[in-house]
């Protein structure tokens, strides 16, 4: 911990001394006259985004950086994973969610902005990396590059933004930080845009122990190189505060007194609480409105500010209809500035309302076509790689977006918010171009232990992925395996492989275009075990199940014709009743006549329930359940079904 006085947080518990220095700041903003920004003119101000592949410490990083600026008292418990304040962020361990804080190091007030690992959130990515001047390129010393590297990179890059590298946890027992350093110049030099983005600093850190230094063998006690590399290597905003007013909205809010947040950076101009200003939206400039406050980033809250000016992340309230991607704008001379351009979504699947016979007995808010289209509808506002387009019914939505993970956690949200429905499979997205019908593949990197590579190859290759290379390392017990494969082969494949690996596999994709359609081999799945009849199981109609294949459900569970409640060992679908209760009789011969032993249930969870579907099944979701089950629910229509198109296929 810093204890000398020369960085503090930008916070309300601040200590008096910081709190002068902060309103010098402002009447800096609020003051100046030389036709410069102050933030350009003296240095005070700097905007950097932290990006890096999953896992490799971004917002531990971030964690460091908050705990010793002192933005928390004393006597406060924080623990980790600060910036992740979403349930489902913290469950998983991955960043979901872009975020910005704000800090103060030697006079300089530095913007944060944290931003997704996972490539399914590459959207949050595109949309923030904006408000940056600046970037840390967090790379782990014994992984090095990955996918998501490349791509949150090149997105940085591409906007002009200077990168300083930062190889994290060296502590790593396998960590070879030439190596790390040596792939993300190369990969650098690949993707650089200009000859100032390749002159950039190198430094080292354990994040975890928040320490950093500018050699792997000399870090300090402290994560301070890398707060003064940001001021030495990333230049303040160039901007013209004197300009008409632009201010580009790159993230949406809501607090229930204020109404919608609009967040993003003012372009150029000032901005003024109360001021007139002109909303360019989609289709062109608004009416014009009032602006009702400004907020300000101050460690993990915002503070209501008087104005802000060119080179700030600002938060505007009082613009009620206000969308990712507009230009808020002076109402005398509104000028748009380019809309956020997001990458095209992989994977679509449908939504629909709940049709089970147990619709309605879950669910904790109406869950209505209607209610089911206004609230995807609130998801478009803020997750800017979605896309819904209505369906074949009114009761049905087709969903679009960047990958498995992506649509899972739509789908955990909105069932922890009270919603049920139904889900289908994920299927592949498909275009025409030149008159060919493509479809997106994607690298595949798996780096797993030497003894698992052979089940790992063979998985990948009854799927129809092409190896591209093997990578070994002598001082490592680890293989890096490089496939290119279509997306349709990739769907379900990370619980398959991290199951054959007894979870010692990583797994990481990167979209790399679209390719003409291939035939690819055919997915080998059993059939299933479904009820036959409505009811609650028991013990005894449980042992016809496990017979026959792998439960799903234990006992006591409701059940329905049709649902889904095991895994056949053989093709074929068989409906079992496991309502089926012992016949009652006066007649016991032992103790182990009667005596039912049952193997433990396995029950799927939500990816793995996504993955496990066939074309003709959905997935129920609830606020307290996820059941797989039949499109059509009766066992004889069905097999008319089958009749029907065996005859028609002769």
């Given amino acids: 911990m810093v204890r000398n006085g020369a960085w503090e947080a930008v916070h309300p518990n601040a200590p008096q001394q910081f709190t002068r220095t902060l309103e010098g700041v402002a009447a800096q903003h609020e003051g100046n006259e030389s036709g410069m920004c102050a933030a350009e003119a003296n240095g005070s101000l700097r905007n950097v985004a932290i990006i890096a592949h999953v896992d490799h410490g971004k917002t531990t990083l971030v964690d460091a950086i908050l705990k010793q600026s002192q933005i928390f008292a004393a006597h406060e418990h924080v623990g980790t994973l600060i910036m992740d304040s979403n349930d489902l962020e913290r469950e998983r361990g991955i960043t979901i969610l872009s975020k910005v804080t704000a800090i103060r190091y030697r006079d300089c007030v530095i913007n944060i902005i944290d931003t997704p690992g996972h490539v399914d959130f590459g959207g949050e ?35 002009g933004l200077k990168p300083i590298i930062v190889i994290n946890k060296i502590d790593r027992p396998n960590a070879q930080p030439e190596v790390a350093l040596e792939a993300t110049h190369d990969l650098l030099l690949e993707l650089a845009t200009s000859d100032d983005q390749l002159d950039c600093p190198v430094l080292y850190s354990n994040a975890k122990e928040g320490t950093a230094g500018t050699e792997p063998g000399g870090l300090t006690d402290s ?131 709940n049709a089970s016979p147990f619709a309605g007995r879950e669910a904790k808010v109406s869950s209505t076509s209607r209610q089911i289209r206004a609230r995807l509808e609130r998801e478009l506002l803020t997750n800017v790689a979605l896309r819904v387009t209505d369906g074949p019914s009114a009761d049905i939505f087709v969903v679009a977006g960047r990958g498995e993970l992506h649509l899972a956690v739509l789908i955990e949200t909105m069932r922890r918010e009270g919603y049920e429905f139904e889900v289908s499979r994920p299927t592949v997205i498909t275009k025409e171009i030149d008159g060919v ?65 007894r979870g010692q596999a990583t797994y990481a994709t990167h979209l790399l275009g679209w390719e003409p359609w291939r035939k ?94 066939a074309d003709d099944e959905l997935l129920e979701v609830t606020p307290t359940s996820l059941r797989l089950r039949k499109r059509v629910l009766s066992a004889s229509l069905r097999n008319r079904e089958r009749k029907r198109q065996e005859a028609a296929s002769q």
């Fill in 437 to 501: 019908k493509t479809e997106p593949y994607e690298e595949c990197i798996v780096t797993c232990p030497q003894d698992a590579v052979g089940s790992v190859t063979q998985t990948l290759d009854s799927r129809g992925a092409r190896l591209q290379r093997i990578d070994t390392s002598p001082t490592m017990d680890e293989v890096r395996i490089v496939y290119h494969s279509p997306t349709r082969a990739l769907i379900g494949v990370r619980g398959t492989l991290i199951t054959l690996t």
């Fill in 125 to 159: 990515v595109e949309r923030v990396v904006g408000m940056a001047d600046g970037c840390l390129l967090l790379v782990d010393a014994a992984e090095g590059p990955m996918p998501q590297t490349r791509t949150v990179l090149q997105h940085a890059l591409r906007r």
């Fill in 223 to 353: 994560i301070r190189p890398i707060l003064d590399a940001i001021l030495d290597a990333i230049p303040a905003p160039v901007v013209d505060p004197d300009a008409p007013l632009q201010f580009h909205v790159t993230a949406l809010d809501h607090d229930p007194h204020r109404g919608r947040i609009a967040i993003g950076r003012i372009v150029r101009g000032r901005l003024e609480s109360g001021m007139r200003v002109t909303r360019i939206g989609a289709d062109g400039p608004l009416p014009p409105t009032a602006l009702s406050g400004i907020l300000a980033f101050r460690g993990l809250s915002r503070q209501a500010i008087d104005r802000a000016s060119a080179g700030d992340i600002v938060a505007v309230t009082g613009i009620s209809d206000v969308m990712i991607g507009d230009t808020i704008a002076d109402a005398t001379e509104p000028e748009a500035l380019p809309r956020i351009d997001v990458g095209e979504p992989s994977l679509q699947m449908q939504f629909s309302v």
């Fill in 520 to 613: 690819l081999p055919v997915p080998m799945r059993h059939g299933v075990l479904t009820a036959s009849q409505d009811g609650m199981t028991v013990a005894y109609g449980l042992v016809g199940l496990q017979e026959r294949g792998t439960p799903f459900i234990a006992p006591g569970e409701p059940v329905y014709e049709g649902m889904i409640v095991g895994l056949n060992r053989r093709p074929g679908d068989i409906a079992v009743n496991v309502t089926k209760q012992k016949q009652k009789t006066n007649i016991r011969s032992s103790t182990e006549d009667f005596t039912v032993k049952l193997v433990p249930a396995q029950p799927l969870s939500l990816e793995e329930a996504l993955a496990f579907l």
